[in-house]
T-cell receptor, first 109, second 119 residues
Framework: KQEVTQIPAALSVPEGENLVLNCSFT??????LQWFRQDPGKGLTSLLL?????REQTSGRLNASLDKSSGRSTLYIAASQPGDSATYLC????????FGPGTRLSVLP | GAVVSQHPSRVICKSGTSVKIECRSL??????MFWYRQFPKKSLMLMAT?????????EQGVEKDKFLINHASLTLSTLTVTSAHPEDSSFYIC???????????????FGPGTRLTVL
């Protein structure tokens, strides 16, 4: 059974810092891995999708990497802004779509 | 492309009533749709997988008689919470897999969610 964990559970940083969110999964037999953003009380916003054959994907200030063999993915956010404050979820797409518990990010102005 | 809508976005109902939530794929056909539930400050948990024209597959611990799922067309799946009680209050999110684009990658597209509050 696939298990997904995320570290840290919560993170508070001053504006402008670069930061890394971590996601680990136990079963490397996946199709892809997806990073989402969720604002309080809202639905999911897809940020980046990495196929199992890819090593990384970039979108603006976001960069996600995938090391399938070690069961790890990282989401790198450059030059963080207060508007980046949200919960970030990684989800692993294999036999089923399994979400991690999320990292709550607060970027302080 | 690949837009999924949910209706209603928010519903408040009295205990004992039934509530229907619709999930629609607006610009693609979805042979498979998924229903998730999210408790406050928790991650999403898969409730059931809905396949067009057949019975839904429920995850362990999810009451199929409580959460009725119908996937009557390639663009619509409904979740009905029967005889709702306060403990059913939650955020329900659906997703859909594009029948043509997604079957190789298993990519899912998510709806905006429905917040159910049972008084």
């Amino acid at each position: 059974k696939q298990e997904v964990t995320q570290i840290p559970a919560a993170l508070s940083v001053p504006e402008g810092e670069n930061l890394v969110l971590n996601c680990s999964f136990t079963d490397s037999a996946i199709y892809n891995l997806q990073w989402f953003r969720q604002d309080p009380g809202k639905g999911l916003t897809s940020l980046l999708l990495i196929q199992s054959s890819q090593r990384e994907q970039t979108s603006g200030r976001l960069n996600a990497s995938l090391d399938k063999s070690s069961g790890r993915s990282t989401l790198y956010i450059a030059a963080s802004q207060p508007g980046d404050s949200a919960t970030y979820l990684c989800a692993v797409n294999g036999q089923n779509f399994v979400f991690g518990p999320g990292t709550r990010l607060s970027v302080l102005p | 492309g690949a837009v999924v809508s949910q209706h209603p976005s928010r519903v408040i109902c009295k205990s004992g009533t039934s509530v229907k939530i619709e999930c629609r794929s607006l610009d693609f056909q979805a042979t498979t749709m998924f229903w998730y539930r999210q408790f406050p400050k928790k991650s999403l948990m898969l409730m059931a997988t809905s396949n067009e024209g057949s019975k839904a597959t429920y995850e362990q611990g999810v009451e199929k008689d409580k959460f009725l799922i119908n996937h009557a067309s390639l663009t619509l799946s409904t979740l009905t919470v029967t005889s709702a009680h306060p403990e059913d209050s939650s955020f329900y999110i659906c997703s859909a897999r594009d029948a043509y684009r997604g079957f190789r990658s298993n990519e899912q597209f998510f709806g905006p969610g429905t917040r159910l509050t049972v008084l």
